[in-house]
């Protein structure tokens, strides 16, 4: 009954099935590291055995809020866990103290959840469950089972769930408030002036465009994110999709006064991929340099077999440059050094995320580098098909 009423309190409502080996009288255990100090009884060795294998840091504590075992996961979290030190000394949670407290006088379990700033960000969920051992074990005893969970994971990934909503809605919004305004306009005030009509349209074909590259982008990003972990099967030559793209952005090259540069082995360099999502990645890194590298007059455009089963395709303008804090946020979804700037070049800021997803998924990896006033140049390597 002790056995299985401390197992029910660890898993909860889940069902675990554990298979628990009693020593005879005095043998010591050695499935859980023994706690630094104090006298071990069987019924500690029995507890220490049983939670060592659970992932959760899992702490049993005497009626008092003495620590009485700990596993490695808890070991992490309190400080030092040592047997019989009372657990407000080494977990200065409140909350989750007087929860114990609690949980020893009246019997009945607890959740707790609590955030703490210092040294990270950090969400945990705390169950307090009372149990009694029977007396078989080493004289009847009741102990409180203090389980921590950590919530960041869960946390982050609603934040991350809740910023893009709120993003992708914004972005959408502003083209919409826009078009409905001109609509308004060409149907009142505007209505019989041909010269402000013909105006108006140009600038709502703008904003439509706009929103279908939005919902675009927001939909290639989706289904490259769904097929992360499948790797690409088809066998493709980086240089002649690097060439492809470079060819299609050349008008837009000549309007900027930018001299596109490629360098590049005679060669294929052959690698698996997805011919359309690998078009996606430089056409988006050049699409950067262009737009973002004004003034710099040249795009360089490396392609090297960088070792001899990785290529790797370097990115390079003479613009304005990056400054180092926003370097390690520029693939973030929406991210912009300039909001205004990329809104003005008909930018979304998924771009960079896109190409991410997508080097991800070909098992490749992107590095930035920049510095401010001297350009920036972005590298995808990819694995050789070989
Ligand atoms: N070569 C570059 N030089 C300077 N800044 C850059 C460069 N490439 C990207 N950036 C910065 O990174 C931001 C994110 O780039 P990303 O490609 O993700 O979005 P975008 O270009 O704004 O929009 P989209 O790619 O959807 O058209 C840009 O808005 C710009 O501020
Ligand atoms: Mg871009």
């Given amino acids: 009954m002790g056995v299985l009423t401390l197992v029910q309190a660890l ?20 499935a859980a590291a023994p706690l630094s100090e104090g006298k071990s009884s069987l019924s500690d060795w029995l507890i220490e055995s049983i939670i060592s294998g659970l992932p959760d840091a899992v702490i049993a504590l005497d009626r008092d809020g003495r620590i009485v075992a700990g ?5 992490k979290i309190v400080l030092p866990l040592v047997r019989g030190t009372p657990l407000s000394l080494v977990l200065r949670n409140p909350d989750v103290i007087e929860a114990v407290r ?3 006088t009246r019997g009945r379990a607890e959740r707790v959840e609590f955030y703490e700033r210092t040294p990270l960000d950090r969400w945990t969920e705390a169950h307090v469950v009372p149990i009694a051992l029977p007396e078989t074990m080493a004289g009847e005893r009741e102990l409180v089972i203090l389980t921590l969970h950590d919530l960041t994971p869960l946390r982050r990934a609603e934040e991350v769930r809740a910023d893009f909503v709120a993003n992708a809605s914004h972005e959408l919004r ?33 904003q439509a465009t706009r929103m279908a590259r939005l919902i675009d982008d927001l939909l290639s990003l989706s289904r490259v994110e769904l097929k992360e972990n499948v790797r690409p099967e088809q066998k493709i030559d980086l240089v002649a999709v690097v060439r492809q793209v470079a060819d299609s952005l050349q008008p837009l090259a000549q309007e900027r006064n930018i001299v596109i540069k490629i360098d590049c082995p005679s060669e294929p360099l052959t690698v698996y991929g997805d011919h359309d999502e690998l078009i996606r990645v430089f056409e988006n890194l050049i699409d950067n340099a262009l737009k973002y590298g004004v003034g710099g007059k040249r795009v ?13 395709v370097t990115v390079r303008d003479y613009g304005p440059g990056i400054a180092s804090e ?6 973030e979804r929406f991210y912009r050094v300039d909001v205004r700037e990329s809104r003005a070049q008909g930018g979304t800021g998924l771009g960079l995320a896109l190409v991410k997803h997508i080097v991800n998924r070909h098992r490749g990896k992107l590095a930035i580098d920049s510095a401010p006033g001297e350009g920036a140049s972005f590298t995808v390597r990819l694995p050789l098909a070989i």
């Fill in 326 to 331: 926003h370097l390690p946020r520029l693939t």
């Fill in 71 to 75: 596993n490695a996961a808890a070991q």
């Fill in 11 to 30: 898993a909860g409502f889940s069902i675990i099935v554990i298979a628990v080996l009693i020593p005879l009288e005095g043998e010591t255990g050695s």
């Fill in 300 to 312: 360089d455009i490396a392609l090297v077999r960088a070792s001899k089963d990785e290529a790797s």
């Fill in 102 to 104: 609690r949980v020893a």
């Fill in 174 to 206: 502003t083209p919409l408030a826009s078009l409905s305004g001109f609509i308004e306009t060409l149907q009142g005030p505007a209505r019989d002036d041909v010269e402000a009509r013909e105006r108006f349209l140009g600038i709502m074909k703008e």
